[in-house]
């Protein structure tokens, strides 16, 4: 169990939020050589909905993820952020489209030479132009509310891979994005640091208007968090629905198969 306790989140006001289709896919195809990964997808999240991709390995989850941060293009398709297409874009609107979207990995990516605090306050000072007071201001408040605020001058070595992996998602919500793209991120975590993790991302689903899009194997968590849960298989979403209907009354064959294989 982590020792770390974390604060209750009140997100403050910040830029104004879009309401109504934040994310859209369209007829989107992702090949790798001649393996299609991305079958001609099409989804789309609301602003504000907190929506799970599970399926097996290789279904292509983490692709999506990818082309949303733009490090991947697709084949074919459109996929607009808050209205504005990203492929093929002008560089400034991808820029613009990238400061709405934070991303947690797996693997923590923290900068090694840097202290807590200035892993959280880099972003936000260098990109979008914050001073140093206001953005360590923001990163003292978020690192209450993930239970780190006596870490804020160690470096991450110093830490457990559960208090890194919370640094990580401070470090996201420091650059007020409007969705948070999490990608396995207690994939990489020794089990008993999974929880508090977890338990921090449960927090801010419930007490913030951001729009969450998850890809996880913890089932629990996604049938806590989730408002929509999509089943991938072979690069398709061949389900789609809230928790209870995936979770209790799955229609297909083949998320009947993978959740009695995970669960
Ligand atoms: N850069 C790449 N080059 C070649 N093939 C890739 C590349 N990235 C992913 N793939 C392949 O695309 C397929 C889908 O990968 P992806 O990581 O999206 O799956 P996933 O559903 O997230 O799986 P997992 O749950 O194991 O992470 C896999 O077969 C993977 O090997």
Redesign the pocket.
Same mark, same amino acid.
């Given at each position: 169990m982590s020792t770390d306790t974390h604060a209750p989140f009140e997100e403050k006001p910040g830029t104004p939020r879009s309401t109504g289709e934040l994310i859209r896919l369209e007829r989107v195809t992702k090949r /790798?050589g001649d393996?299609t $990964?991305l079958d001609n997808l099409d989804f789309s999240v609301d602003a504000g909905k907190h929506v799970t991709l599970i %399926?097996p *390995? %290789? *279904? %292509?989850? #983490? #692709?999506i993820l990818r082309l949303l941060m733009t490090l991947l293009k697709p084949d074919e398709g459109v996929i607009t952020v808050d209205g504005q297409q990203l492929f093929p874009a002008p560089e400034k609107q991808v820029r613009e489209v990238r400061k709405k979207i934070g991303m947690v990995f797996q693997q923590f990516n923290l900068f090694p030479n840097m202290t807590v605090l200035r892993n959280i306050t880099e972003a936000p000072v260098t990109v979008l132009g914050m001073s140093k007071d206001e953005a360590e201001e923001r990163a003292r408040e978020l690192l209450e509310m993930v239970g780190l605020t006596d870490h804020l001058d160690k470096h991450p070595a110093q830490l457990s891979g559960g208090q890194q992996q919370r640094v990580a998602i401070a470090r996201a919500l420091a650059m007020r994005p409007q969705v948070l793209l999490l990608d396995?991120v207690t994939s990489a975590l020794d089990p008993e640091l999974v929880a508090g993790v977890l338990d921090v991302l449960r927090d801010i689903a419930r007490s913030t208007d951001i729009t969450m899009l998850c $890809?996880t194997h913890e089932m629990n968590f996604a049938r806590d968090i989730s408002d929509q849960v999509l089943m /991938?298989d072979s690069g398709r979403v061949i389900e789609a629905g809230s928790p209870e209907k995936i979770f209790n009354e799955p229609e297909h064959d083949r998320t009947r198969e993978f959740l009695s294989a995970v669960l």
């Open positions: /790798f393996h $990964v %399926g *390995s %290789g *279904s %292509g989850k #983490t #692709t396995e $890809v /991938f």
